[in-house]
């Protein structure tokens, strides 16, 4: 299966996400040399646009990613990386075990809409 690497100028965007739990951990960026050798070894490498050269998750620190399966999305144009988390499980470079962790307040940019409540069961349901 191809990957549409042209959409966003050689690059596509990588979810990686824990095989045993579904947490999403990090997103990074492959070319298709990345992919390509992500595929190969089994160990996530992502493409660094701000280094604009190629480099293994976990090189340095030890908390490789080891690939458990690897999906695209329906426009071909994303991937998915199912991963165990080696080392000691810390995938953020902050220290923490998912980039995730600042949560944005709902409602808070300006037009924005209020975020509804949950409509409450009746008595009789």
């Known amino acids: 299966m191809e990957i549409d690497f042209d959409k ?3 690059l596509a ?3 990686i996400q824990d ?3 579904g947490e999403m951990l990090m997103l ?3 070319n298709r040399e990345a ?3 992500t595929l190969g070894t089994g ?3 992502f493409y660094s646009r701000t280094r604009q050269k190629l480099w293994t998750k976990g090189e340095s620190s030890g908390n490789r990613l080891q690939v458990v399966a690897a ?3 329906c426009d071909r144009d994303t991937v998915l ?3 165990h988390v080696l080392g000691e499980g810390k995938v953020c470079h902050n220290g923490t075990r998912s980039c995730f962790t600042q949560e944005l307040p709902l409602g808070s940019a300006p037009g924005a809409r209020q975020q509804e409540t949950a409509p409450q069961p009746r008595a009789d349901q």
């Open 19 to 21: 095989a045993d739990t």
């Open 35 to 37: 992919l390509d050798k």
């Open 8 to 10: 966003m100028q050689g």
């Open 71 to 73: 999906w695209t999305d």
């Open 43 to 45: 160990f996530v490498t």
């Open 13 to 15: 965007p990588a979810v």
């Open 81 to 83: 990386l199912r991963v």
């Open 28 to 30: 990074g960026f492959m």
